[in-house]
């Protein structure tokens, strides 16, 4: 808590808005609330990406992992607090839920080839890499409740094994998977439909998520060994990287610190504490990683320290306390 009277002043007012509104849990109606939201949804960077959304879906899929997809950036909206209420989002939320499956997932356009198992043609289509990431950003910026997104919800609920969930996709992109064996979770699917269920506190969803997240946590205990479809949490893994985009060790804390059966876990320890040792002297920290696209951001270089990277892991700290 030292070092929130600091956060306070950023000049970013997303690290002013989430820090009044989360570390401090003022209400909505607060002046200086209003004050931060207000110049947030004003800032030239917000409004960048609330015009480059008017486009969804945007290029056609190429790579789950660029930092430069429209979902990926809709995903941050949500994160710093935008919602359907506010100027040019109904728009993009139209155009995202024009898209909607009889499961209530979200597809987007992407081109598998024929040696992969596609058509080779664009095809609009979902796989579980990317639809819980859409479907968590709608529920987060108005739809929570919404019975097609419900019905999206337990759709995902319902694609759960007894080791996690595995790579899926849809109808529309053939027998296309991931590389890796078929029986094996997907570590980056567990992350997201994690982030996506962590917004209910609906118990038709706590075995499925207490599944999950064992899944993830077993892969860090046994991060040696255990590599399905190729995702490791090695060195790079372990890097301090925003936004929230692929897998990586803020991320999954971030979204395992929303449960308290992971909290209470020694492998969440275990990995917090690795994220703690990077804070510098005052208490700050600086990624060690950035995606290009978002280079103008204060977490898109790594020369100093970053008020939203701290912020967030200070949200993660605020979480482990008990009320």
């Known amino acids: 808590m ?4 600091a956060l306070i002043n950023a000049p970013e007012p997303w690290v002013r808005y989430r820090v009044l509104t989360e570390l401090y849990d003022y209400d909505e109606t607060h002046e200086a609330v209003a004050a931060a939201r207000s110049a947030m949804i004003a800032h030239p960077l917000v409004q960048a990406l609330i015009l480059e959304l008017q486009s969804w879906p945007g290029v056609v899929l190429s790579s789950h992992k660029s930092a430069s997809q429209h979902y990926h950036k809709l995903a941050f909206l949500a994160d710093l607090g935008l919602t359907r209420e506010d100027p040019g989002i109904p728009a993009i939320l139209d155009r995202v839920l024009s898209h909607l499956t009889e499961e209530g997932l979200v597809t987007l356009p992407m081109v598998i080839s024929t040696h992969y198992g596609g058509s080779g043609q664009e095809t609009w289509g979902w796989a579980l890499c990317d639809a819980p990431t859409s479907l968590y950003a709608l529920a987060k910026m108005g739809y929570k409740e919404d019975p097609r997104i419900l019905k999206g919800r337990d759709y995902l609920v319902s694609l ?3 080791n996690g ?3 899926t ?3 529309e992109l053939g ?7 078929k029986e094996d979770p997907c570590p980056y699917v567990n992350l997201i439909i994690l982030k996506c269920l962590a917004l209910y506190d609906d118990t038709s969803c706590r075995e499925a ?3 999950g997240i064992e899944t993830l946590l077993d892969l860090w205990e046994n991060s040696r060994t255990k590599h399905p479809y190729i995702f490791y949490m090695g060195s790079d893994f372990r890097k301090l990287k925003l936004p929230f985009i692929w897998y990586d060790i803020l991320h999954v804390l971030e979204v395992l610190s929303q449960f308290e059966v992971a909290v209470r876990d020694e492998r ?3 990995m917090l504490s690795i994220v703690l040792d990077r804070a510098g002297g005052e208490g700050f920290y600086t990624p060690e990683s950035v995606w290009q696209p978002w280079k103008g951001w204060d977490f898109g270089q790594k020369i100093k320290p970053s008020l ?3 912020f967030v892991i200070q949200r993660i700290l605020k979480r482990m306390v008990k009320d």
């Not at 030292?2 to 009277?5: A, D, G, N």
């Not at 027998?175 to 064996?181: A, D, H, L, Q, V």
């Open 160 to 162: 759960a094994r007894d």
């Open 2 to 5: 030292e070092i929130w009277p």
């Open 169 to 171: 996709v849809s109808k």
């Open 209 to 211: 998520a207490r599944t």
């Open 165 to 167: 969930w595995p790579c």
């Open 268 to 270: 969440f320890a275990e």
């Open 175 to 181: 027998t296309f998977r991931g590389p890796g064996r």
């Open 308 to 310: 939203w990277m701290t």
